[in-house]
Antibody, heavy 122, light 106 residues
Framework: EVQIVESGGGLVQPGGSLRLSCAAS????????MSWVRQAPGKGLEWVSS????????YYADSVKGRFTFSRDNSKNTLYLQMNSLRAEDTAVYYC???????????????WGQGTLVTVSS | DIQMTQSPSTLSASVGDRVTITCRAS??????LAWYQQKPGKAPKLLIY???SLESGVPSRFGGSGSGTEFTLTISSLQPDDFATYYC????????FGQGTKVEIK
């Protein structure tokens, strides 16, 4: 059974940093891309970042480029999203999702975690 | 960047109704489109991928069609469990979601 569990959310001041983690199990972790998708309160879904199965390539939305860093440790089946220079508009539930592949055309999420809330406020 | 536009934003319907949601891409995405269902406080759930392929375990009343820039999600007979928000998502070039369509009880 595929399981995806996010952690690390919380309250942080504007300009601060936070690191989210995502632990995955139930599939061959290193052979799938993984992604972060966020949802601001009362708003729609927004793709944040994706990483290939090997970790060799990462992709970022323009809204987080240069501030967020996505990495993975395939030995631990764990992903990390380092978020720096946080802004009020980064406040959202952050979901970790397993992609349908790791190369070519793949959609973001055939399995999702339950999400972790990040609140950026003074 | 590819923009995705869903219509309508809100749809009021009754149990048993046939429901259609449209998603338009700002440029051709071939058939690289997925549909998700999301209920309040829950993670999205994959319904359809590659425009018309039904995800395993998803009821057959859900169907997807389209290619290029125009796509539809159809629910053939709306059930109580189907009241939710639906999102399209392109994966032709990076990834973009539509703004969502809320299906509410009429």
């Amino acid at each position: 059974e595929v399981q995806i569990v996010e952690s690390g959310g919380g309250l942080v001041q504007p300009g601060g940093s936070l690191r989210l983690s995502c632990a995955a199990s139930g599939f061959t972790f290193s052979t799938y891309a993984m992604s972060w998708v966020r949802q601001a309160p009362g708003k729609g879904l927004e793709w944040v970042s994706s990483i290939t199965g090997s970790g060799g390539s990462t992709y970022y939305a323009d809204s987080v480029k240069g501030r967020f860093t996505f990495s993975r440790d395939n030995s631990k089946n764990t992903l990390y999203l380092q978020m720096n220079s946080l802004r009020a508009e980064d406040t959202a539930v952050y979901y970790c999702a397993k992609a349908s592949g790791t190369s070519g055309y793949y959609y973001l999420g055939d399995y999702w975690g339950q999400g972790t809330l990040v609140t950026v406020s003074s | 960047d590819i923009q995705m536009t869903q219509s309508p934003s809100t749809l009021s319907a009754s149990v048993g109704d046939r429901v259609t949601i449209t998603c338009r891409a700002s440029q051709s995405i071939a058939g690289w489109l997925a549909w998700y269902q999301q209920k309040p406080g829950k993670a999205p759930k994959l319904l359809i991928y590659k425009a018309s392929s039904l995800e395993s375990g998803v009821p057959s009343r859900f169907g997807g069609s389209g290619s290029g820039t125009e796509f539809t999600l159809t629910i053939s007979s709306l059930q109580p469990d189907d009241f939710a928000t639906y999102y399209c998502q392109q994966y032709n070039s990076y990834w973009t979601f539509g703004q969502g369509t809320k299906v509410e009880i009429k």
